[in-house]
């Protein structure tokens, strides 16, 4: 790749596919591109097995039976296939979902859709670090609600919510627990049983597997979770996903979940340190820089940050050198401040003055050190440019 490219820390965005994931996809484009439901041939048999090997590989990343496990196109369909199918099936159960504020747009809108189709929907506040708290879910719980979705990891500021606390009292009450881990997946270890999930949506390319293909975990145990399918079709994915599978994307979303499965502790330790590193390096040269998101519980590779009087986009625009995104990669369409951050009470000034900071696996100790020196640099120049900053700085 070109030297003159961009620091890539991105990768809450998306992340750069493993070589060793291209590497393992690329015979699934050769000479083994059957169908996987082609069973009658050998191309469909080989399809088949390896599309049943990578079921495993993802099954084993959660703890769940492979069974269990079904192939979407990512995450926003995997979350739409949960809150959607569920809201389906269990309406005459009840007509209740919670969920929280701070979620991704794809549960949010599937909610939003399902509220303007006559379902209750309690949208629950954060903590001003995102955190939802287990005992507002237990609060919020009535005898017709039917699903509580909240993620597991922020995509924006990388807080991690009490998963497991919450699938325990979900468990207790009888209802039926979502969570998205298109985030969390692979970056943090997560457990179907231990933490009490129903469903779970995971993505690849948030994970170092390619764009386009995720799965839903549906438990089929204790309890057997039932849905209503979003795609009909040839009845592949037993009949809630119909569509030829998507061969080579699944064969390298497997090995990236194996990949994460092994790399995940020490790579977490790593990271952690780079962004430390990054965020020290920042907030001792430059005043009035807030961490957004939790000290502690949050992503390993997530740094978050508010530089006072200084606006994301200018940020963005002189920072030339590095990728990074303001507020949710999702809306910078738009000039809305990220609703991430209101939702933590931050005000105009510090929620349009944010920058997201995502590390990943092939980033340096090295980037990290021209990273500290650019923002500081930058933030430096602009504060300088900035009236208000220059009078609050005379206080
Ligand atoms: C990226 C992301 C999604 C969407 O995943 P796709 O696979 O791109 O559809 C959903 N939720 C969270 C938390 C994400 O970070």
């Known amino acids: 790749m070109a030297e003159d490219r961009p620091i890539y820390l991105d990768n809450n965005a998306t992340t750069r596919t493993d070589p060793r994931v291209v590497e393992a996809m690329l015979p699934y484009f050769t000479e083994r591109y059957g169908n996987a439901a082609s069973l009658t041939h050998r191309f ?49 159960k009840g007509d209740h979902l919670i969920t929280a504020a701070t979620e991704h747009k794809a549960v949010l809108d599937p909610v939003r859709r399902l509220s303007r189709e006559g379902f209750h929907i309690t949208i629950l506040p954060v903590d001003p670090y995102g955190r939802v708290s287990v005992e507002r879910v237990a ?54 049983e231990d933490m009490g999930i129903d469903l779970l949506s995971l993505s690849a390319h948030k994970m170092y597997g390619p ?7 549906v438990r089929r145990r204790d309890p057997c979770v039932r849905l209503g399918p979003q795609m009909d079709g040839g009845g592949q994915e037993r009949g809630l996903r119909s569509g030829t599978a998507n ?34 390096g920042i907030q001792e040269q430059l005043e009035d820089v807030i961490l957004n998101g939790h000290p502690t519980e949050r992503l390993p590779g997530n740094l978050n940050l508010s530089f006072a009087h200084v606006k994301g986009e200018a940020l963005l625009t002189a920072l030339r050198d590095v990728a990074v995104s303001s507020g949710s990669a999702c ?35 090295d980037e990290v050190e021209t990273v500290v020196q650019e923002v500081v640099r930058v933030v430096r120049y602009l504060r300088a440019l900035n009236p208000l900053h220059a009078m609050a700085s005379l206080q």
């Open 331 to 365: 809306t910078t369409a738009s000039l809305e401040p990220s609703y991430v951050l209101k939702a933590l009470g931050l005000d105009d000034d510090l929620a349009y003055g944010s920058i997201r900071f995502g590390l990943g696996r092939f980033n340096t100790a």
């Open 44 to 92: 469909g048999q080989e399809a088949n097995e390896a599309v049943e090997q990578a079921r495993q590989q993802v099954a084993d990343l959660i703890g769940a039976h492979p069974r269990d496990i079904l192939f979407t196109s990512g995450a926003t369909e995997s979350n739409n296939l949960a809150l959607k199918g569920v809201a389906a099936l269990y309406r005459s």
């Open 247 to 280: 061969v080579p994307g699944i064969v390298g979303f497997g090995v990236a979940c194996e990949l994460c499965r092994h790399e995940m502790a020490s790579e977490a330790v790593r990271l952690t340190e780079l962004r430390e590193r990054l965020r020290r």
């Open 211 to 217: 764009k386009g293909v995720g799965a839903l975990y």
């Open 139 to 192: 609060q919020a719980l009535t005898p017709r609600t039917v699903l509580v979705s909240i993620m597991a990891a922020n995509n924006e500021i990388g807080t991690l919510q009490p998963i497991r606390a919450i699938g325990r009292l979900c468990k207790e009450r009888g209802v039926l627990f979502h969570t998205d881990a298109a985030q969390a997946a692979g970056k943090i270890p997560l457990d179907v």
